[in-house]
């Protein structure tokens, strides 16, 4: 369709909420190289100097670099437990017809109306009956559950486009169920496990409250979302030092985006809307 | 779903056909190797993992609800139904419904509506829609506490938006936004909207894209501006799609509202910016309240059920 001189208010509009988007950014992106007087004086002046003080200071005033050790673990470790969980299920689900598998599938796929944050003091509750309580642990085992009903029903999304025939084939040369889900059906749906791992990565590594409340305040066990926000209260009010710490954070994030942004949109998009 | 092997070789036969009557292989692991189901049995582990950690304490909810327990180590007595008449005689839960309410209302409508536009905006693929959608990206990616951060930095009372206010000579109407009982709760709106549209945007994009282009042209043909095409032809055509989104944006604005009262206003000042959600969060976690807390969190849960099916029932496509 053509876009005639009706759509300059649209463009403007649109461009001008883009720029709401990028402006922060920027903001914090040129103030993490900045001291306080300069950020006052002029907010939107590019850094005078690269200098990485304030990288240093949120570094060791929150202790974030322990910090992004204990996410990368969490989030690592959370991510093979979620494969080692969804990937065989959805292989199951996928390829039997049974009853059950379908009341099974339909569990998960009701699992996206629960919303995370609903149950956090009985989640508190099991982790401190479980003894794992304060620890990144429980983090790691508990984050997959979460994760489960989206990895699994785009799993079985994927499974179900590959043809029977070649399990079939397989199988007159004798191979075992685990066989056929570890050569035929694994390699045939990386796409769909790498979206899976795409969008856990994002959620896990961004997960906030229930790292608040389990892992708790312990700078030798907390993640970096949880760091991040005591940057505020150690430092007052020095933003130099509070963007540094918050562009620490997305480091990870961004980089995994620019280099994967296509499959990451599509990620994004895929996972958002499975019901 | 057919198949062409005969019953007896694959394990997973049409639906009635006889499970395989052969034990494990020796090579396979026990649990993979058993006929039973057609391999279902694979998909246990994962589905008690599901029900441990997810459907487990969201039933926990209810029956702690009924209890009396004020505070982790305190001794737990029967309450019945005593908490939920506490909280609604506590003036705190009313305001707190009237904040979610307010929330919900303005949040909710002006993120869908916008993003629609958006979204078809981008569908239409205009010069540098490709930069766009890069940037409609970026609130998805960034966590809870980064966009609070982003928040924080532009409304304190020395931040962005004072400063901006200042420069052009408005002193008087700078304020300390997060700090004042009547633009807190605004804050938070503003967050949600901010982060909200560009997400949602880019969803009801990539669902524009697949409706079949002639649909607008012949619009366009009848002398139809791009006004009436998003909304008379392209909207009932996604509607069901907008309808889930709506689904999802709804719960996750009414129960994620927590992370963002707590990291900019703590609910305050006094109970001004106090949603439900951040209620069932302080009455655990600050007052050790519990019974009181998760009865809010009953309330929650059924205010979230209310909601998914007003929500359905208004994006049911007419017929």
């Known amino acids: 369709m053509k876009l005639g001189k009706g759509w300059i208010p649209a463009h403007l509009l649109v461009w001008g909420y883009a720029v709401l988007l990028i402006v922060p950014l920027y903001y914090f992106l040129a103030s993490a190289f900045k001291s306080n007087e300069e950020i006052f004086a002029h907010p939107f002046a590019p850094p005078t100097s690269l200098g990485f003080d304030n990288f240093v200071t949120a570094f060791t005033s929150a202790q974030l670099g322990l910090a992004v050790v204990n996410s990368l673990l969490v989030t690592g470790l959370a991510l093979v437990l979620t494969l080692a969980l969804a990937v065989p299920a959805a292989f199951a689900l996928a390829r039997s017809t049974s009853r ?146 918050t562009v620490l954070t997305l480091v990870p994030v961004w980089v995994v985006y620019t280099v994967l942004q296509r499959r990451m949109q599509q990620a994004l998009v895929s996972g958002a809307v499975k019901m | ?89 506590d003036p705190v839960f009313w305001e707190a419904v009237r904040n979610t309410a307010v929330h919900l209302a303005v949040a909710l409508p002006v993120m869908i509506v916008c993003a629609y536009m958006v979204g078809y905006y981008v569908a239409q693929r205009p010069p540098g829609h490709r930069v766009i959608r890069y940037l409609l990206f970026i609130p998805g990616l960034i966590s809870t506490p980064a966009k609070a951060m982003v928040f924080y930095a532009a409304l304190s009372p020395d931040g962005l938006l004072n400063g901006a206010l200042e420069s052009v000579g408005l002193t008087s109407l700078t304020d300390a936004w997060l700090a004042s009982p009547s633009t807190a709760l605004a804050c938070l709106i503003a967050l949600d909207i901010w982060a909200g549209i560009g997400f949602t945007a880019v969803l009801f994009a990539a669902r524009l894209g697949s409706v079949p282009g002639e649909l607008g042209e012949a619009a366009q043909l009848d002398g139809a501006g791009h006004w009436r095409t998003m909304w008379r032809v392209h909207f009932p ?17 009414l129960f994620g509202s927590a992370q963002h009262v707590l990291l900019l206003t703590q609910g305050g000042p006094g109970s001004s910016s106090t949603t439900l959600s951040f209620l069932v969060y302080q009455k655990a976690f600050i007052a050790a309240d519990l019974g009181y807390s998760q009865t809010v969190g009953v309330l929650l849960f059924l205010v979230g059920l209310a909601g998914l099916l007003t929500i359905r029932r208004v994006f049911r496509p007419h017929h």
């Open chain 1, 100 to 245: 059950l598998a379908s009341a099974m599938e339909k569990v998960f796929s009701l699992g996206f109306l629960i919303p995370t944050f609903a149950a956090l003091f009985p989640t508190f509750l099991l982790a401190a009956v479980t003894g794992l309580f304060h620890s990144r642990t429980f983090m790691v085992v508990f984050l997959p559950a979460t994760a489960m009903p989206l990895s699994v029903v785009i799993l079985v999304q994927f499974m179900r486009t590959i043809p029977r025939e070649m399990e079939e084939a397989a199988r007159m040369d004798g191979a075992s169920t685990f066989a056929v889900l570890r050569h035929i059906y694994t390699p045939m749906c990386l796409p769909g496990i790498a979206t899976v791992l795409l969008l856990n990565f994002l959620t896990f590594w961004n997960e906030y409250l229930y790292s608040l409340v389990i892992i708790g305040p312990d700078p030798a066990q907390r993640t970096v979302q949880v760091a991040l926000p005591t940057l505020k209260a150690i430092t007052g009010t020095d933003y130099g030092v509070l963007t540094a710490g």
């Open chain 2, 237 to 253: 055509v996604i509607r069901d799609y907008v309808g889930v989104v709506t689904m999802l944006q709804f719960l996750w604005t």
């Open chain 2, 1 to 89: 779903m057919t198949t062409l092997t005969p019953p007896g070789t694959a394990p997973a036969g049409p639906t009635g056909a006889p499970p395989r009557a052969r034990g494990p292989r020796p090579g396979a692991r026990p649990r993979t190797g058993a006929p039973a189901q057609g391999g279902t049995i694979l998909a246990v582990p994962a589905l008690v993992w599901y029900l441990v950690f997810m459907v487990g304490p969201m039933a926990a909810i209810f029956v702690i609800a009924a209890l009396h327990w004020p505070g982790m180590l305190q001794p737990v007595s029967f309450a019945g139904l005593e908490n939920l008449r506490t909280v609604l005689d």
